[in-house]
């Protein structure tokens, strides 16, 4: 496939896991050296996963691609709270689950299915008076932030072993899966929280179909070789 990233490009990029969205720019930017380059939906630093990037005149698509549904696979592990919801921050509260049935949890996961308010997390990107809640928590200050509606089509339990919960959600642009996992230990009465999470579609976009950094890369460096061979 021949690739003009100049003219316009949708780049479907696994997303490594501790890399932000930004550093995907960032590197994609470097390496095909377009500045027009601009991505589909933030994914979280400890997410990995189908990563949408534009380039050129595709950048005024940007808005359409992250408003479309959405589809994630991950863990939550019941039992443990973390400030963050996930693992960026340190366990403060643990609490016994030994009473809990897969039914139980199944049951409560069904129960968040359909348009729903949900509370992002405060370790979030969502902005307070011009700054970013997760600044503001990182700095142990009070962060109070609204609810949203949401549209959740999909709460599934897929596996269930000792506290982690395998889980597939499909779901609106604006959800929070770390809200997702803290509500649904709320409503066991035994706190959770988010263990792993990749997004795995994007409107019709599919993970199975996107490519890595060192794709990426190697293609920039077969476009260079070419473009030697052919002014020599």
């Not at 962060?143 to 949203?148: P, Q, S």
């Amino acid at each position: 496939m021949q690739y003009d990233f100049a003219a316009g490009e949708i780049l479907l990029i696994n997303k490594p896991l501790d890399w932000t969205s930004f550093d995907v720019v960032k590197k994609v930017r470097n390496t095909i050296r377009i500045k027009k380059v601009g991505h589909a939906g933030t994914l979280d630093p400890l997410a990995t996963g189908l990563l949408i990037l534009c380039t050129g005149k595709f950048t005024k698509r940007i808005d359409e691609i992250q408003g479309q549904e959405k589809e994630y696979t991950g863990i939550i592990r019941l039992g443990e709270i973390t400030p963050s919801y996930d693992r960026e921050t340190e366990v403060t509260e643990r609490h016994d689950i030994s009473h809990l049935s897969e039914a139980a949890i199944s049951n409560a996961a069904q129960g968040f299915v359909g348009t729903i308010e949900q509370v992002p997390p405060i370790y979030s990107a969502v902005q307070i008076d011009g700054k970013r809640a997760y600044d503001l928590a990182r700095k142990g200050k009070e962060v109070e932030l609204k609810a949203r509606t949401v549209t959740i089509s999909a709460f599934d339990i897929t596996t269930i072993q000792g506290a982690d919960v395998e889980f597939r959600v499909v779901c609106s642009k604006g959800t929070y899966i770390r809200s997702l996992a803290h509500d649904l230990g709320q409503k066991l009465g035994v706190g959770a929280h988010l263990t792993k999470l990749e997004r795995t579609r994007i409107g019709e976009y599919k993970l199975e179909d996107a490519l890595t950094i060192e794709d990426i890369v190697a293609i920039r460096k077969k476009q260079l070789e070419e473009a030697d061979e052919s002014n020599s």
